[in-house]
């Protein structure tokens, strides 16, 4: 325990700050409190495009209840969420989809990253560089031979 956990009573003696009865307990948290889903950001379809788009809440039914229970198996988690896209739409996807769309754009580190299908309509005016031009000076003024 470190000093900086820790207060000196007035008898010398030194107890926690926060004692464990004033800790909450897990069991004391609610479900959305420790959902991971919750405030990711994802890429997920829309009509026929894809889009960045972040899961801002847990769909809830009537009477205020989360649509949905979550599962340790993700064929039987049924959780609902509203995901919020740049234009302020906001869809529903269950939490399998979003998942599914996580695991596939995220590497083992938990980088983000895209693959990119095919480059269209490419063209080349006179202001690119070619192969034969001189080296270019980058942001940190060390020259580098263009490829």
Not at 130 to 141: L, Q
Request: glycine letters at 4%; aromatic letters at 6%; charged letters at 30%.
């Amino acid at each position: 325990m470190a000093l900086s956990d820790v207060a000196e009573d007035d008898d010398g003696q030194y107890v926690p700050i926060e004692s464990e009865a004033d800790r909450p307990k897990l069991d004391e948290y609610d479900e959305e409190t420790i959902d991971k889903l919750l405030s990711a950001e994802v890429l997920l379809p829309k009509k026929d495009l894809q889009f960045f788009s972040r899961v801002v809440s847990r769909k809830r039914d009537a009477n205020g209840s989360p649509i949905g229970k979550a599962n340790a198996n993700p064929i039987l988690d049924t959780r609902i969420y509203q995901v919020e896209f740049p234009d302020g739409t906001i869809s529903d996807y269950s939490a399998n989809i979003i998942a599914e769309a996580l695991y596939s754009q995220v590497d083992a580190d938990g980088n983000h990253f895209l693959l990119l299908k095919e480059i269209i309509s490419h063209k080349k005016d006179d202001t690119a560089l070619s192969t034969t031009d001189e080296p270019f000076i980058n942001n940190n003024g060390s020259r580098n031979p263009v490829k």
